[in-house]
């Protein structure tokens, strides 16, 4: 099944480069932007630089396009100044340059830390409220609005996946509930885009690990499916941090060491 023409945004960095060549083969074209630079376009491709908040650039971006995925935006916790013209002002733009050029769905990355707040011993689902952790989290929040909100007023369909830990192997203890591996973020993103319907959903975007924090079953209609699992890192990981603190706030809340960040002033 061809992905078509799609536009993937944030493609300078870690998961746009390993997502790159793994969509490429599976589009008709692959339009690929960022405001940093990015290796030049091979067959089947287009790069085009651009500032999210650049509101021309980006309608330039998305004309012609059948699908995005949106990696594009500040990816941690950051003084809430440096997170607005990416992740709001940004977002918005992506989302009305989708509306005018008639696209009619994105896979949005939003974050585990718009639910950092809800403690390591719950296991939530995409349902329940909101509680971001910071102004990062707060934006992804936002993102997920603005997508609903797109979706009842103009049809346009988004997956919200709430990245979890999307790095080539679990990094410490925590990342062995909210690891996503590279395989499986490639069968989340395709998933939701192949999906004959997505309307708006939210899924965690996580591999099948042995501690779950996070229950998916309310977006099992992505049909995605998880093949990996963080268990064989546990006895290492373990090893490294043999000792938790039950109380420091960066155990005891799924957001991690986010919960740490700030106050900025
Ligand atoms: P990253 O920080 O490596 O990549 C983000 C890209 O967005 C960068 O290349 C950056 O240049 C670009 N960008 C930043 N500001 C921009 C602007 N104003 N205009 C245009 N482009 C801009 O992050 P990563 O890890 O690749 O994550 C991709 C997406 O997935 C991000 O939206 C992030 O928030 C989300 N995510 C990632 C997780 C992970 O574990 N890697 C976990 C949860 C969410
Ligand atoms: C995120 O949202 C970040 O983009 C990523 O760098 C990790 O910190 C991840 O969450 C995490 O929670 O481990």
New binding site residues.
């Given amino acids: 099944l061809s992905l078509g023409r799609l536009l993937l945004t944030g493609a300078a960095g ?1 998961l746009g480069k390993v997502l790159r060549p793994r969509l490429r083969a599976r589009t008709t074209l692959l339009r690929l932007s960022d405001v940093a630079a990015m290796d030049p376009a091979g067959p089947g491709e287009e790069v085009q630089q651009a500032a999210l908040e650049d509101r021309a650039a980006v309608h330039r971006l998305l004309e012609g396009m059948d699908a995005v995925v949106h990696l594009g935006g500040i ?2 916790e950051q003084p809430f100044d440096a997170i607005v013209p990416a992740n709001i002002v940004g977002t918005y733009n992506l989302y009305e340059a989708a509306r005018k050029h008639g696209v009619r769905r994105v896979v949005f ?1 939003s ?3 718009v639910t ?1 707040y809800y403690r390591q011993d719950e296991v939530i689902s995409p349902d329940m409220p909101m509680r971001p952790d910071g102004y ?2 707060i934006s ?1 929040a936002f993102g997920e609005s603005l997508s609903r909100f797109y979706y009842d007023r103009y049809g346009i369909e988004t997956v919200c996946v709430r ?5 080539p192997e679990p ?1 410490d203890r ?2 062995l509930a ?1 690891w996503l591996s590279y395989d499986d973020l490639e069968r989340v993103v395709v998933a939701s885009l192949t999906t004959p319907k997505a309307g708006h959903s939210v899924i965690y975007g996580v591999s099948d690990n042995t501690p779950g924090w996070w229950d998916n079953t309310s977006a099992r209609h992505i049909g995605y499916r998880p093949q990996d699992s963080s268990e064989p890192f546990r006895a290492s990981r373990e090893a490294a941090q043999p000792q938790v603190d039950p109380e420091d706030p960066a155990v005891m809340y ?5 919960v740490r960040m700030g106050p900025f002033e």
């Fill in positions: 870690g990816s941690t990355a974050s585990n830390h950092g990062y989290g992804k990245i979890g830990s999307s790095f990094r925590r990342m909210t799924q957001a991690g060491g986010f």
